[in-house]
Antibody
Framework: QITLKESGPTLVKPTQTLTLTCDFS??????????VGWIRQPPGKALEFLAL???????RYRPSLKSRLTIAKDTSKSQVVLTMTNMDPVDTATYFC???????????WGQGTLVTVSS | SELTQDSAVSVALGQTVTITCRGD??????ATWFQQRPGQAPVLVFY???NRPSGIPDRFSGSSSGNTASLTITGAQAEDEADYYC???????????FGGGTQVTV
């Protein structure tokens, strides 16, 4: 059974750096056919792809946010960490961690974590 | 958004509704469809040419033609009331993109 759980601060100040951790189980992030991604959803708005890391450490980023995002995997801990620099109130959103499986789709999702950016 | 969806549709209980998703990348890549009920994480309901994950009712089906992908709910149930998002690769195949979502009211 695949599970994912997001953790991190619920409140960050503008200009600060956000660090979110995804703890996963039920798979090993060592194959190029698997990956873990981060997707966010501002309140009342649509889903937005942020970043994805494959088991072979290939990484993909949302072009408009690429300069602010870093995704990294720690296979030994079964974790994927997302950092986003220079946070702004418009970055207020629920951040989801997802499993990208062999079907090339986001097959499993964490419950999400709401991050509010406010001074 | 590089994938375009109608913002909202409504369907009578037991009737059929089709949600569409348009984008240039859909000429090359299949769309994936997610259902999201209020306050919950999205759930994968259809992907590829003709694939439904285990546990998804067979009233959900998909199709694709040119730059348009469609998700059809045949015999809509009350529990199908949700937001539906399409998802695919961008036209370069570099990163994923999502549609703006369609709110389905039953």
């Amino acid at each position: 059974q695949i599970t994912l759980k997001e953790s991190g601060p619920t409140l960050v100040k503008p200009t600060q750096t956000l660090t979110l951790t995804c703890d996963f189980s039920g798979f090993s992030l060592t194959s190029l056919t698997t990956g873990v991604g981060w997707i966010r959803q501002p309140p009342g708005k649509a889903l937005e792809f942020l970043a994805l890391v494959y088991g072979d450490d290939d990484k993909r980023y949302r072009p408009s946010l690429k300069s602010r995002l870093t995704i990294a995997k720690d296979t030994s801990k079964s974790q994927v960490v997302l950092t986003m620099t220079n946070m702004d109130p418009v970055d207020t959103a629920t951040y989801f961690c997802t499993f990208r499986g062999r079907s090339d789709n986001f097959e499993n999702w964490g419950q999400g974590t709401l991050v509010t950016v406010s001074s | 958004s590089e994938l375009t969806q109608d913002s909202a549709v409504s369907v009578a209980l037991g009737q059929t509704v089709t949600i569409t998703c348009r984008g240039d990348s859909l000429h090359t890549y299949y769309a994936t469809w997610f259902q999201q009920r209020p306050g919950q994480a999205p759930v994968l309901v259809f992907y590829g040419k003709n694939n439904r994950p285990s546990g998804i009712p067979d009233r959900f089906s998909g199709s694709s033609s040119g730059n348009t992908a469609s998700l059809t709910i045949t015999g809509a149930q009350a529990e199908d009331e949700a937001d539906y998002y399409c998802n695919s690769w961008d036209i370069t195949g570099d990163h994923y993109v999502f549609g703006g979502g369609t709110q389905v009211t039953v």
